[in-house]
């Protein structure tokens, strides 16, 4: 199964299969990779790392690999220093290939030294993670963190290709599923209602269709606005104007993205129905989605205080304006500049549990 991705700076292939990591070596010898590939990969993915190489010595290749540590912390100018470093150790050329394997953190991690190292060599995402498959993967977005905010180091660049394999994720947890499944949500909000029937017959056997629906949607609203210029792009941020505010004001503990988006998508549904008339009937469908997949509702625990605070230095505000992504009805996003501070204070009243 493949789906193209079509942005200005190049056009690539996500392929999404059952089993494909055992069919990396004949993809790599398809795609006429020169021997020089790097694997990369998540402490925790070792296991798929040896599947890999394996199918990869198969075809003749001689992969190098480089562990990184599981979590954020890794998205680190040290981290990305030492992994520069021995690819330049390992007197890499401009055709040496790097294949990603892990999560959201290792993708950013890997593709930002793919743009970086020799001024840009090619790069293969390999997600681990359902969040990285339907969403960090695709769009090209790369990037480490700073002491100072996620993601503020960064280039738009894009994969040679994606490789999905959604049997990896027998061992995710079962909250960082239900993370992922957020995004998921997210995507059946914004654009297709269809999706969210699909979503909840929450049914095992149908993961691999959410994963390849939301490829294409987010592959779509990618290719129409590569990087963030015309807006078209910003209705990805459906549930992240709060979310984000909240996974800040939380300091990136106890509160997965996922889990933030999914309070965040709430808050944006009621302001969408108080604002622009959304329906109630599709909040309580979402909230009903939102619990079937373990999801949270509201925020326990925060400082409102520290949610406008967070909402302030928003980096996505723009003349001191936070942008939220409203819906008319569901598969029908608005941007909205027009969301007032009592408006704000409003919902936040209703979904936030002081602590
Ligand atoms: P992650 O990469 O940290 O993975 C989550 C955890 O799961 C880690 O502990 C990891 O070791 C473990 N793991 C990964 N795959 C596994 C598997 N198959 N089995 C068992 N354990 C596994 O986090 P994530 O949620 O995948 O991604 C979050 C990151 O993605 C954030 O840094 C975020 O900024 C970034 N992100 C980027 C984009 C983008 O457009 N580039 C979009 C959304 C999020
Ligand atoms: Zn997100």
Known sequence: LIIRVSTPSRNYSVRIGRGLLQSCGLLASQLGLENRIVLLHDEAVKMYAYQIIDSLKGYGFKPEI??????????????????????????LDRKSTLLALGGGVTGDLVGFA????????????IPTTLLAMVDSSIGGKTGIN???????????????????????????????????????????????????????????????DLIKRSVEIKAKIVSEDEQEKTGKRAILNFGH???????????????????????????????????LS?????????????????????????????IFHALDLDKKRVQGVNSWILLQSIGFPVISKEVKKADVDRVLKEIVVQG
Request: with cysteine; hydrophobic share 45%.
């Open 66 to 91: 480089i562990a990184i540590a599981s979590g954020e912390k890794s998205k680190s100018f040290r981290t990305l220093e030492a992994i520069v470093k021995k690819l330049a150790e390992m007197k």
């Open 114 to 125: 793919a743009s970086i190292f020799l001024r840009g060599i090619s790069f293969i995402l």
């Open 146 to 208: 700073l002491p100072q905010g996620k993601n503020l180091i960064g280039s738009f660049y894009q994969p040679l290709e994606v490789w999905i394999d959604p049997e990896v994720l027998h061992t995710l947890s079962p909250r960082l599923l239900s993370a992922g499944m957020a995004e998921v949500i997210k995507y059946g909000m914004i654009a297709e209602e269809k999706l969210l029937e699909e979503i909840e017959k929450k049914e095992e056997a149908n993961l691999l």
């Open 241 to 275: 104007t709060l979310g984000h505010a909240l996974e800040a004001a939380n300091k990136y503990k106890d509160l997965l993205h996922g889990e933030a988006i999914a309070i965040g998508m709430h808050a944006a549904c009621l302001l969408s129905h108080w604002l």
């Open 278 to 306: 959304f329906p109630l009937s599709s909040i309580e469908r979402l909230k009903h989605i939102l619990q079937l997949y373990s999801l949270p509702l509201i925020a326990k625990g925060f400082s409102k205080q520290a």
